[in-house]
């Protein structure tokens, strides 16, 4: 939520990214200038969506937009009108579940932004998981602790020394 502080009102564009996102070797896109949208919905994020609305059917509207925490890229004039409709009240019950994404999925429904709109264009380019296949073409990598999309898992560290190892980082 920082990331809509009028502290960065100075800038046009913010992308704030998990501490656990690198960008990938010989990288060519620019994710300030070469996309437009807001962040990640792939089938993942519509299985955690569906399931945030669940959780807060009077918070959350499912007709309007979720993005995955790992990656957001807000331009200031949704900063400032996301930053407009925040209620510490209705931010405060995010606090044990959900936390941000739930808090920008609050903030997207009272702005009606539709679900599905302001999507990064190329599915888990800008935020692909590390265990996924296909990440050789990704622009980010996003480190996870599965080896596989099924399993197993390590720690963090070990398949970030990996993709160091396999020159993707």
Request: net charge positive; aromatic share 10%.
């Amino acid at each position: 939520m920082v990331m809509l502080s009028p502290e960065y009102d100075e800038y046009d564009i913010v992308v704030m990214v998990d501490i656990d996102m690198f960008t990938r070797k010989g990288m060519t896109g620019n994710v300030f200038t070469d996309v437009s949208g807001i962040g990640m919905y792939t089938e993942f994020q519509q299985k955690l969506h569906k399931g945030l609305q669940r959780s807060f059917p009077h918070l959350i509207d499912s007709r309007y937009g979720y993005w995955g925490g790992a990656i957001w890229r807000l331009e200031k004039e949704w900063r400032i009108k996301l930053r407009n409709l925040i209620s510490m009240d209705e931010m405060v019950q995010f606090n044990k579940a959900f936390v941000d994404e739930g808090m920008m999925a609050r903030l997207a429904t009272l702005a009606k932004i539709p679900n599905n709109a302001q999507v990064l264009p190329g599915g888990f380019r800008w935020c692909h998981c590390s265990y996924r296949e296909g990440i050789e073409n990704a622009e980010m990598i996003h480190i996870r602790t599965k080896v596989t999309p099924i399993g197993p898992k390590r720690t963090k560290i070990e398949n970030y020394r990996e993709m160091v190892k396999r020159e993707l980082i």
